[in-house]
């Protein structure tokens, strides 16, 4: 649904009241809702992995089927997976080409289709040896077009890195909780010769240097500003924010590159701002915040008016 300027206006004063008091001037208004529980176009089951590119936004729910959508969340097209039995993929990206990257979670490889949902190649099978995967949750592709993949499962909890004919060439990472180790890492992503994990069982993001080199922690357990309860999901968004979406505080969080809280906004609920249970998170060029609602079954976007 659109928010009427009376439902605008009551939303961001609501999320400016739920979010974090910090020092910042940040002001995080939501603008848009949509999706209802369903399999019909527009609808959801329990949307995951959400990702957006060109003005369009893709996202993918537990039944394997990825709906694409305009930034105003007009249904433009969709197609499924090759299976969903075992389960589903937990994420979507994009290549440097703009092709779509899904790594399928539960059938340990990765998927790469056109943005028309042509398939392009698939690759990756079950195991733990170099090129082998587990559980594959999340694929960024860097500019010099190196995939980082994080993975998790029992013997594998880990960051592969393949070269850009999709060659295993290096991995960091092993169970645990002290630095380059990892409790179930859901999300990668890169800015500025950093690569950032969502450790989530950990209940913080981890960031290391293109070599896999420990450089530092976001966050750690807790419901204060700049703590983070089960972050399913982060991005890197303009000027070096990340943006982490905490399934556990039903909130999302801002944090400057070095960490330093910006904002939060969120609470559990229903009305426009609030979450349930949030799996998903993507940002776009222009600064606008779009989050997986996932026990909600829909999709919220919010403008980012002013960070500073």
């Known amino acids: 649904m659109r928010l009427s300027r009376r439902q605008f206006l009551v939303g961001a004063a609501a999320a400016a009241a739920w979010g974090c008091r910090t020092t910042s001037t940040a002001v995080v208004s939501p603008s848009l809702v949509w999706g209802r529980p369903g399999m019909q176009n527009g609808a959801f089951r329990r949307p995951r992995g959400i990702g957006v590119k060109e003005r369009e936004v893709f996202v993918i729910d537990r039944t394997g089927r990825i709906q694409v ?17 075992n389960g589903t993929p937990t994420s979507i990206s994009f290549d440097r080409s703009g092709n779509v990257l899904v790594p399928d979670t539960h059938y340990s490889h990765i998927l790469e289709y056109s943005p028309q949902g042509e398939m392009l190649r698939h690759w990756g ?7 082998q995967f587990i559980y594959p949750t999340s694929i960024v592709q860097v500019p010099d077009g190196t995939y980082y993949i994080s993975e998790y499962g029992l013997e594998a909890e880990r960051v592969h890195v393949f070269d ?15 630095p380059g180790h990892f409790s179930r890492a859901m999300a990668i992503d890169f800015r500025d010769d950093k690569v950032y994990v969502a450790d989530t069982g950990n209940h913080r993001i981890q960031y290391f240097d293109l070599q896999g080199e420990f450089r530092g922690i976001i966050g750690g357990a ?22 982490a979406c905490e399934y556990g505080n039903n909130r999302v969080s801002i944090f400057a590159a070095d960490g330093t809280i910006v904002a939060c906004f969120g609470r559990a609920g229903r009305k426009p701002g609030e979450f349930g249970g949030p799996r998903g ?3 776009s060029d222009r600064g606008s915040v779009f989050v997986a609602d996932t026990e909600n079954d829909r999709v919220q976007r919010f403008e980012l008016e002013r960070l500073t």
């Open 69 to 85: 959508f305009t930034e105003d969340g007009a249904f433009l097209r969709s197609w499924s997976t090759p299976a969903s039995d």
């Open 125 to 131: 099978a079950y195991g733990t040896g170099p090129e």
């Open 281 to 283: 998170i993507a940002v």
């Open 222 to 243: 807790g419901t204060d500003p700049g703590r983070l309860s089960y972050p399913y999901d982060m991005c890197v968004g303009p000027q070096g924010y990340v943006f």
């Open 164 to 178: 850009t004919e999709r060659r295993f060439a290096r991995q960091w990472g092993e169970q645990g909780a002290g």
